[in-house]
């Protein structure tokens, strides 16, 4: 590790000290809910080519609720709360998520666990990420987001690939990179694309690959290298939970993938 999660950390340092302003200024000044603009941090990182790849950089891979969102700014050096020795423009808005951990595939963790993501996110308690801006007594011209990051949706359950990203002693995990780190388990055989390509419902078993020539990774793909007896498991419960799955999956093309695999 982790190289893909320290190019990541880097890159976002250096983009996001680009959206601040230098020097404090009065809070009238600052901006507000009504006026917010939104600055897009760009990611330089590449995608995995297989599941093997994703699990063998992730220090854990979990699946887990998300119950709530909270917002940091944090020092872009150190990736900690500012100090009196941090620079105006070395602020940066962090997002940070709290998990609830259902099941462990890989790793040792406790039972709730905080997931970090640079910058903001978009349209969403916006009153909550300007009081932590302002708080800080810096001027933010912005606030910086990334849409490559996919959506992550409060109250949801998905599985995690996280890089252990903790400092001092903050117990922090990051994404290997922003989109091959989640997935949803609405469909657990149907593969997803990094470039956010629509599929019909055929290619979402089939395809191989996206446009951009990156791989379509599932969450069956994931937990099957984990075992037979893993995925076995996963599965039984998750038809258990959704007794109504085949009126939104493609039940023949399912059983198609299970026993070609």
């Not at 395809?207 to 893993?230: N, W």
Request: hydrophobic residues 40%; contains cysteine.
């Amino acid at each position: 590790m982790k190289k893909q999660l320290l190019t990541v950390v880097v890159c976002m340092v250096f983009t996001l000290s680009a959206c601040l302003g230098n020097g404090n200024t009065n809070l009238e000044d600052f901006i507000d809910i009504e006026s917010v603009e939104y600055n897009t941090i760009e990611f330089d990182w590449t995608p995995y080519q297989n599941a093997e790849e994703i699990i063998e950089d992730a220090d854990l891979v979990v699946i887990g609720k998300v119950l709530e969102a909270s917002f940091h700014v944090v020092d872009a050096n150190t990736g900690l709360t500012p100090t009196q020795e941090t620079e105006d423009y070395d602020y940066f808005l962090t997002t940070r998520f709290d998990i609830d951990v259902i099941t462990v595939y890989k790793g040792e963790t406790e039972k709730s666990i905080q997931v970090g993501k640079p910058g903001g996110i978009r349209d969403y308690h916006v009153e909550k990420q300007l009081g932590v801006i302002k708080e800080t007594g810096v001027r933010f011209d912005s606030i910086p987001i990334s849409e490559e990051f996919i959506e992550i949706e409060i109250e949801e359950t998905y599985l995690f690939a996280l890089g252990d990203a903790s400092r001092g002693d903050l117990q922090l995990y990051g994404f290997l990179n922003p989109v091959q780190f989640l997935y949803k388990l609405d469909n657990p055989l149907g593969k997803k694309t990094v470039g956010n390509e629509l599929l019909t419902s055929a290619e979402v078993y089939t395809r191989s690959a996206d446009s951009t020539g990156a791989p379509l990774i599932s969450v069956y793909d994931i937990i099957s290298v984990f075992g037979e007896d893993k995925w076995d498991e996963f599965w039984t419960d998750w038809q258990r939970d959704n007794p109504d799955w085949d009126t939104w999956m493609d039940k023949a093309a399912v059983e198609k993938v299970l026993a070609e695999s």
